[in-house]
């Protein structure tokens, strides 16, 4: 069972402002999944095989 995010409140507490995390680039099932759970992926710089996916939380409800 997939964990929550957590509420708005938990995130200020906790002092949380992002999810930041790498998936290879030849990954598209994870990007493609991490996309359509809202995170915006970028290439890293210092490698092109990976890329940098990042969700804002203070953006979630």
Do not use: K, Y
């Not at 938990?10 to 999944?33: C, D, F, K, P």
């Amino acid at each position: 069972m997939r964990e929550p995010i957590p509420s708005a409140n938990h995130r200020r507490w906790l002092g949380l402002q992002e999810i930041e995390g790498q998936v290879l680039h030849e990954n598209s099932t994870m990007l493609a999944m991490c996309r359509e759970l809202g995170f915006a992926v970028s290439s890293a710089p210092e490698d092109r095989g990976v890329c940098v996916v990042t969700l804002r939380l203070d953006d979630l409800p």
